[in-house]
């Protein structure tokens, strides 16, 4: 049986490479690619891939955030999120918005085939990495968690937006996010701003920034 598989990514020159190699399997045949969510809702339409792989971040989104969406263009399509930044939260988001699983960038490919082989087959798929860090985390104790608005703020605070722009963003006075931001810091053990920052990154509570490829050169 051949999978047929569509490749997102918005680095054009990462997902030609991604496509070229995974053409060289017999049994999964790519049938199209796409760079932002709007190519992305339009090939899954057409195409009806059996197995999408979809890159955590398009552009200026996060396609965890659009997965509904992509699901409803091609609801028979088994959605595998692959990323240059494999964490425990980033698991956590694509899982409970209904994709089938979390590979790394990092991962040989031939890994990362059969990862789309135990998708197709109906299987949910976590790199190893993670697997460690859920097994860790079942068997730790539960620290205070962010609430949605300090998550919010976190993201914010790691574009390095000041307090009166955050407040601006998110209607809110300078002094309520004064005290959601002492809060976040609270729960993250952190001193200061850039230390909880750090620390959101550590544990995927943000996502880094990717680099702009089609700069270079």
Partial sequence: MVIRTLVIDDHALVGSALCRALGTFDDV???GSATSIAEALDALDRLRPDVALVDLRLGAEVSVDRMVDLLGASPATRLLVLTAWATEHGLDRALSSGARGLLSK???????????RRVHAGELVVCPDLVD???RRATAPLGPALDP???????????????DDIAARLFLSEHTVRNRIRSLMAKLDAHTRVEAVSEGLRRGLVLPVEPDLSAIG
Avoid: F, N, W, Y
């Fill in 29 to 31: 045949e790519v049938v």
């Fill in 106 to 116: 990092e991962q040989p490919l031939d890994e990362l085939v059969e990862g789309i």
């Fill in 133 to 135: 860090v859920l097994v």
């Fill in 149 to 163: 608005r300090e998550l919010e703020i976190l993201g914010l605070l790691a574009e390095a937006r000041t307090t």
